[in-house]
């Protein structure tokens, strides 16, 4: 039987896939942190001056 090169590229397959959306979901936790982080710093304690 040649099911042995269908296992190794629906492995291959899998794997590209599996990567692809650990990609995504770190860039997009990423963004998400620095979105977070940015409205707290801009929404901060007020100034003792002003």
Known sequence: ???DG???VA?????AV???D???EV???AA???AGWWLLREAGP???DG
């Open 1 to 3: 039987m040649h099911l």
């Open 6 to 8: 269908f296992g190794s």
């Open 11 to 15: 492995a291959t397959t899998m794997v």
């Open 18 to 20: 599996v990567m692809a």
């Open 22 to 24: 650990l990609h995504v």
């Open 27 to 29: 860039v997009a936790g």
């Open 32 to 34: 998400a942190w620095l």
């Open 46 to 48: 007020p100034r003792a």
